[in-house]
């Protein structure tokens, strides 16, 4: 169960409007890798969670932030749509040129679905959708998924933080870069951990590595004509799961016979002799 | 430019049909972590690198083979199918309940829509999309997603091994396993070597550190009421980026202010005293 | 069956083309609550609607109107889009900032794609998809739902009625606003008829209210910390189904266990002890 | 901010695992009327709320208290998940029919991406999406939508609870259901409020009365060839806005001139004469 | 403007219910390739032809018969649900295999979300869409889709025709399957007129002949290793538009430079030397 | 299984770069009928094809250049995108209105998603997804699918054409112009070789044209009142395939009973008498 305070975690206060950068803002909200989705896929992973104690603890501690991330983005926008040129005619973009500008580069369904707030989109208005979270009950997979989200998360955040220089929008984004910072420190320790509890190793997830072909389970196909793709350490000596060798295929050719489909069902009308 | 050799990379012929098995499969087609997943996000992400050499040739060799990933299932999924009973009316599903069974649990699709092959979706049926790809231009953000899309990946390969007994299914997916096994440890490595080549650090983006509000760059925040949260190594010690602490806030109290929207505009009509 | 004739239900003629307001009208064609929508919705409705006599004949009466207001957007947007500078290219953008500023906010897929007319998707490009519709087969249930998109709607084109001050697009509008009226209107009369005609009560379904567990029926939660959500009338005195008493909580604690997963099965690789 | 605890609003425990029924149940998850529809509308309509006070502060508790549903649900989907035969293989399905049924019924997502744990996606595994929410700022329309969410998902948990007879699944569903009738209570409720406070009227949005066509504006089109469209109170007499009169249009011609589309722009190929 | 009347085009009238049929006839109601699909394509084709006449009132005629398409459809799907065993519970599944597998194999949200009614979905579950039409102005490439559409039509339809023996069923199908014959070749037809009109030629646009790099209009690139891809009449001859010869290059070499991305923007952090 | 290299099949490098036009550039690459969806429609047709020889060597051929056409694209997208103003903020976009209506037209992702890169999205930012492909066995049906798709595909580049004067965008594009010919005129003659090899006929699938209601195989309905829909050759004569008359019903009344649904289950809440 769930409690809210009105408060934000951190203020979410530009110092004036600014219609073309609440689209943008947009992105980290609903985007692929915006709160939303660290939102959710924190909160899947915690109820998901086999094993009580720490790591569950911390997913939920986390999960529970990350609601707050996304109040203080729609805050945000919200307050940068202040004012916004929303009914702009025809006659007024003819007119000046800058407001024409700003009225083509806005999102137009914050204005005309949300009256001046943020939706649950991303930046070219595409609605966030739960495909874009995973919470596999393998905690080494999940927290992986999670390093990546918070790095793409602050990377975008690093590219929205030069498009604007309004210092309120600067100084959330400060908090943001940082928090991203944190998390994904957080996410990196807690797979050391994982695998220093002997939980799980470097590969995820820990099981099937006798069964598997392991003459395959080492080897970089050669198949682009690069010419340098065997000059790192992926392509000789161990591998970092400390239990195959890396080697190079310089030359490849297929293993398997030819890729034929079944003859057909008379029922189904495929074309046949 | 692309080249393809009507050979399989690998053997992939089911030693008897199993239309059941068939819709599973679909989810390392077109699933959000399946072949077509990782077929667009190296693509993607090989076109878009900005550095010739070891990493952008690597990227590519990888991407080239994915593509022969999505046709070794795609050519499995419509063997497993041959003789799938399509055609069953209501009189047999009536007369035979495994019959029924076999029926009610299969994609209808795969008949209807494709006539006994695979369809670009999920094993729901949602078809693949665009989104689940990334492709951003800093390495170690995408590697970090690369190494969460092999882990997931090998994660749902070996729930799927579990799921047939079929020996030539299986001979393929030991093949799959290792492949995955393989590139999870290649991109970990990738991602050692893009630190040891001082080209990026721990943490993506290598950029704003010094701008951000570094307080908040090592903290956990308490806002779940499990107790043991604060029991890793993410709770206190250096972070792994080496440039920060971690600590454990236990007492959390919001920084901000009122999360509050400004007045609207008039011309909007939102409810306003 | 249906049939049609090619004169409008009203005109839709702007005075002059006007390619921003081409993009925003979209939102009522393709949006989550534009004519699509509700031309769906009643026709499901109607086709589904267990009940032979008034309320099928009127939401059969309705839902036929409905096609046509999509075909008086589709026309008004095609017209808005005559001579619309599709064709502009870099160095004119360069040269006259006011056609760039046009080109910059039109829809470029209705250029692309549409060859200068409508497509089916909404003012950010989004298609109408078939989630947006709801035919649940209980009349009062879906008249709700009615209302909401009567409401949704009429609330859009007030905005978008004030984003244009052409004559004709206002003459269209004026026409779309007062149909919204009466639609908002004829579904707030239906669900009285329901009532009094003794099918439905205030609440939907009018089932289960002896077996869902009373004591909860009819409180509200305090769990955010806003100190007025006690003060309307949804705080105390009777419901208003007539069946139960309202009543604020003011503390509030969790009445259930606590969240757990079961064990794993092994076979799935959840990470546990 | 929120702040989270680990004990359930209500109690979630299946006396027994159905696998079946854990599919079914997404819907209340993942659908366009469940859980994580309300939780999200609302918590979006409190951010965009123009007006601080007991609306805002209501719509805050109650967001805050939808999470905890999903939470609920969650929580029940794994438990039900526990045991499912995720593993079986062909020949188990050949050999007993119960559990080829209960195979070909399961939602294969559950098992093989979320290990026996739940997706954010409806019973037919469609992701949930951020177009199933509304948050317009006008508080008249947003509560319209808030009743008719509460009532399909009234309806569909009513639904649901007769498809299962295991007491600790309708145990909850009792408590979900009674939380229904109460949230369509208030909003129906704060519907009235806001019409009693003078700041709504019946119709969404109280503007553009005088500028809308108002002939138009109490009139029902016969279109379908329905004889009973006129036989309800929406045919004759004062609207529910207190505002128009209802009458019912017999015989409807079109009003405006023909649907035509304008001359092409050569350069966009259009078929012309 | 529209009318409709509530009698069918054609008698959609099964001898018994049959749940797992109902499911699967939503491929023609709501697939990409069902009756939705065709009556929005024409319909937005129609509105937007830029042409009076005989084209326009054809593409028109046909529009409008398919709305009546959807309808027997959404008929029939109801029709056959009427008994489904939707409420049936674990213990009844237990206790017989052919339930269970009817209730497996149903569409679970025709229960749950329509009440026994179809949805505006696919055989999947996955929504209509409006991505799915087109409608570009160029009557050529258009009626060239409707062609497609029609064959990919009439060819599912052939399909579910033998995945059902019920004689009410199959003669609905019977009519569908004319229709479609009586519509593909209508469009093949009206491609034969646009070309005796002089309206179009063969390939679509009729436009920059003269402009495009004629060299390669009519080579086929030999770029997989199949043998016999140069022995059909599209390897040598002249090409169906006239205007060009056939040859096949069994020796290809790429063209173009080499694939590389520009220098990044520092403020992108792309990863760079 | 594929190979690589990383020259392009054609050279794609424009004058400069032009912002605006790298986002309508994306319709080519992730649009409904852009290079992605011949690519994935032709390796699933090849895949799923049912009958070794010319035909699925053709099919592997020219699905295996596709993917060169995603290349040539993406990189030309990265190209223009170079130097773009993603970081101009509020004040420059005051100061300067052509850089404002720049930055407003650009597509955002392109800057903050993938670092100045293309996206798999089209020019509205949706993205690419599954359901844009078909591969139903038919080859008939496929081939009249690929020529609808590389018609409009050509129709889509024929209008971008006249959106650049770049001179290197334009060397691209009449490639692909060129190979959008070559292709159409390749899938129609490969569509007459269908029928000359005695596989197909004109209409698809070849079944069941004794079964179907065979005196609705060849009308026409005038159900829309457009005058001249009788006057092209489809309303007389022979059909295409010859083995059915053309007739224009004038007058044209349902064949069916009532639309109706049965009587509701009493556990799904419909409301009835
Ligand atoms: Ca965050
Ligand atoms: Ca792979
Ligand atoms: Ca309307
Ligand atoms: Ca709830
Ligand atoms: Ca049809
Ligand atoms: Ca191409």
Redesign the interface.
């Known amino acids: 169960?769930?409690?809210?305070?009105?408060?934000?975690?951190?203020?979410?206060?530009p110092e004036?409007p600014?219609a073309?950068?609440a689209?943008?803002l947009q992105?980290l909200i609903?985007?692929?890798?915006g709160e939303?989705t660290v939102t959710?896929q924190y909160?899947?992973q915690?109820?998901?969670?086999?094993?009580?104690?720490?790591?569950?603890?911390?997913i939920?501690?986390?999960?529970?932030?990350e609601?707050?991330h996304?109040?203080?983005l729609?805050?945000m926008v919200?307050?940068l749509?202040?004012?916004?040129p929303?009914?702009?005619?025809?006659?007024m973009?003819?007119k000046d040129?800058?407001v024409?500008?700003?009225?083509?580069?806005?999102?137009?369904?914050q204005?005309?679905?949300?009256?001046?707030?943020?939706?649950?989109?991303?930046?070219?208005?595409?609605?966030?959708?739960?495909?874009?979270?995973?919470?596999?009950?393998?905690?080494?997979?999940d927290f992986?998924?999670n390093?990546?989200a918070e790095?793409?998360g602050?990377?975008?955040t690093?590219?929205?933080?030069?498009?604007?220089?309004?210092p309120g929008v600067r100084d959330m984004l400060?908090?943001n870069?940082?928090?991203d910072?944190?998390h994904?420190?957080?996410w990196?320790?807690?797979i050391?951990?994982?695998q220093?509890d002997g939980?799980?190793g470097?590969?995820?997830?820990?099981?099937?590595?006798d069964?598997?072909?392991?003459?395959?389970?080492?080897?970089?196909?050669?198949?682009?004509?690069?010419?340098?793709?065997n000059?790192?350490?992926?392509a000789s000596g161990p591998?970092?799961?400390g239990m195959?060798e890396?080697s190079y295929l310089q030359e490849t050719e297929?293993?398997?016979?030819?890729?034929?489909?079944?003859?057909?069902?008379p029922?189904?009308?495929?074309?046949?002799?």
Chains 1, 2, 3, 4, 5, 6 share one sequence.
């Open positions: 169960m769930f409690r809210h305070t009105s408060h934000l975690q951190f203020e979410a206060k004036k600014d073309h950068y689209r943008k992105e609903g985007g692929a890798y939303m959710m909160l899947f915690g109820w998901n969670c086999r094993m009580e104690g720490k790591y569950k603890d911390l939920l501690d986390v999960a529970t932030e609601i707050g996304v109040e203080m729609a805050t919200a307050r749509l202040e004012g916004a929303a009914e702009t005619t025809a006659d973009v003819d040129p800058v024409a500008a700003i009225i083509g580069g806005m999102d137009p369904q204005a005309i679905v949300s009256g001046g707030g943020p939706t649950l989109s991303d930046s070219n208005g595409v609605p966030w959708n739960g495909r874009y979270i995973v919470a596999s009950g393998n905690l080494l997979a992986y998924a390093v990546a790095a793409q602050r990377l975008q690093a590219r929205l933080y030069n498009m604007s220089d309004d400060k908090f870069l940082a928090r910072t944190a994904q420190n957080m990196l320790a807690a050391e951990e994982l220093e939980l799980e470097a590969v995820a997830p820990s099981a099937l590595f069964e598997e072909h392991s003459e395959h389970a080492g080897t970089i196909w050669h198949l682009s004509d690069g010419t340098q793709g000059q790192g350490r992926w591998t970092p799961d195959h890396f297929p293993l398997g016979g030819k890729a034929s489909a079944p003859a057909p069902d029922l189904l009308y495929a074309t046949s002799p």
